[in-house]
């Protein structure tokens, strides 16, 4: 069974920082792309950013200067650098994992559990 355990969530003032870390478990040989979306109350679910396991990476315009997204493919973790955060970056964060290749199965994606930002203005 392959998990995604997503931390480093919290309350921040409105330009400040925040890492998220999201690491996947199981007996995995591979994940062709990991990524963080969010979703804030009342919204639809949003990518915030998407990193292949060449290193080939897509922001939309939102956070586009503002988010690092970054991974270790040998650790299976996924790593979201938020600088200069907003107001209205308050959302669950959720890791997500595309094609993911364990011994067993082929998983075309994996959710992990959320994790809450929330920016004070």
């Known amino acids: 069974q392959v998990q995604l355990v997503g931390s480093g969530g919290g309350l921040v003032q409105a330009g400040g920082s925040l890492r998220l870390s999201c690491a996947a478990s199981?007996?995995?040989?591979?994940?062709?792309?990991m990524g963080w979306y969010r979703q804030a109350p009342g919204k639809q679910r949003e990518l915030v950013a998407r990193i292949t396991s060449g290193g080939s990476t897509n922001y939309p315009d939102s956070v586009k200067g503002r988010f690092t997204i970054s991974r270790d493919n040998a650790k299976n973790t996924v790593y979201l650098q938020m600088d200069n955060l907003k107001p209205e970056d308050t959302a669950v964060y959720y890791c997500h994992a595309e094609g993911v290749r364990s011994e067993l199965h082929l998983y075309l994606e994996v959710w992990g559990q959320g994790t809450l930002v929330t920016v004070s203005s």
């Open positions: 199981g007996s995995i040989f591979g994940i062709s792309a």
